[in-house]
């Protein structure tokens, strides 16, 4: 009976450990396959958003613009693709030194400051009822490569895209709020050496702005207080770079009635 008995337990034995290391690798490997799924889990992607603009139909400021030159539909071009002639720099504390290079209007990144633009000082532009229309793009840096400050009545605002490391798109401001923080902020980032329509339109009851196939803006501005960010962004029509080297080519502004 004894060694009947060990018999037993030698055999029990045996089993156990035929089966333990079958379960450890099964266990390993459902591990291992946890893990990876985890590793492998894409990131958050921010997501573009579009909309809509009501009561309009195909908005004018998104239908096809001519490329270049001025046109019979009233379109009155701002940078000649060669000069500066109407520009005056503006460096913002930096001393970044705008040019031009093959047709484009170049922004360059300021090495002791963030910021570099360049600000309207030929012919008088309206402050309402106008459509502007550039192409953009960021050839060096990782933030705003192309943001215009424009005149919205007796005040002005800031049209922003690819700011606060890249990934804020909006107005600045309105009511206290800047793009990172108002109605109208997005975020999803743009490419670099990627060239981008940029098309804005001003009327004394909206704000309409699109970059590329995203519109960015979209607001009646009826009972908003509409401003800059800052003061000393109180520059007049300006376009300028943060931390960015931009450049701007084909760019026009017209009145609507």
């Not at 007796?154 to 490391?165: D, E, H, K, V």
């Amino acid at each position: 009976m004894k060694i009947n008995r060990i018999w037993m337990i030698i055999n029990m034995l045996m089993i156990v450990m035929a089966i333990l290391p079958w379960n450890l690798i099964q266990g390993n490997q459902a591990q291992h396959d946890v893990e990876e799924r985890m590793m492998s889990k894409d990131k958050p992607v921010l997501q573009r958003v579009s909309l809509p603009f009501e009561g309009l139909g195909e908005a004018s400021f998104l239908q096809e613009l001519p490329i270049m030159g001025c046109d019979s539909a009233g379109w009155y071009a701002l940078f000649d693709g060669k000069t500066l002639t109407g520009w005056e720099v503006v460096r913002y504390g930096g001393d970044g030194q705008p040019f031009v290079r093959k047709g484009a209007l170049v922004i360059p990144r300021a090495t002791t400051g963030p910021m570099t633009g360049l600000r309207w000082v030929g012919e008088p532009l309206p402050v309402n009822n106008y459509e502007v229309f550039y192409e953009a793009r960021r050839v060096a840096g990782n933030d705003i490569f192309g943001a215009l400050t424009f005149p919205y009545g007796n005040t002005s605002a800031s049209l922003i895209f690819a700011g606060w490391g890249g990934v804020v798109n909006g107005l600045s401001s309105i009511d206290g709020f800047d793009a990172s923080e108002n109605e109208t902020s997005q975020r999803f980032s743009y490419d670099d050496n990627v060239w981008y329509e940029v098309r804005l339109r001003v009327t004394t009851d909206s704000i309409r702005a699109s970059v590329g196939s995203d519109i960015i803006v979209d607001i009646a501005t009826a009972g908003k207080d509409i401003h800059l960010r800052a003061d000393y962004l109180d520059t007049g029509f300006t376009l300028w770079t943060y931390n960015s080297t931009g450049e701007i080519r084909n760019l026009r502004i017209r009145r609507i009635e």
